[in-house]
């Protein structure tokens, strides 16, 4: 299932005030950190999977450069374990 541009939109912007990666203790809001489109587009390409499998298999996929960008790490390793639970409630209401 893929989104239409309105709606992958709309996902962007729920993804991008509600979800963040943490260092140390900072929360850096993936909005902020121009990564929320690239986690919508992610996530829409998976909606027929379901919100869980889809939020799970998308912070994998998006891949984040660190530093100079000579390393990149999964989107999963930088948030909380309570923000994929936030990203799987943002995305219930997509899959329907």
């Known amino acids: 299932m893929t989104l239409s541009a309105t709606d992958l939109k709309e996902l962007e912007l729920a993804l991008a005030d509600r979800l963040y990666v943490q260092v140390a203790s900072w929360h850096l809001y993936l ?33 984040v450069p660190i530093g100079a960008g000579s390393t990149r790490l999964p989107l999963a390793r930088l948030m909380p374990a309570g923000q994929l639970r936030d990203l799987e409630e943002v995305l219930e209401q997509f899959c329907r």
């Open 31 to 63: 909005g902020d950190a121009g990564l929320a489109q690239a986690l919508a587009i992610e996530c829409s390409a998976r909606l027929d999977q379901g919100a869980e499998v889809c939020a799970r298999q998308a912070l994998e996929a998006v891949q």
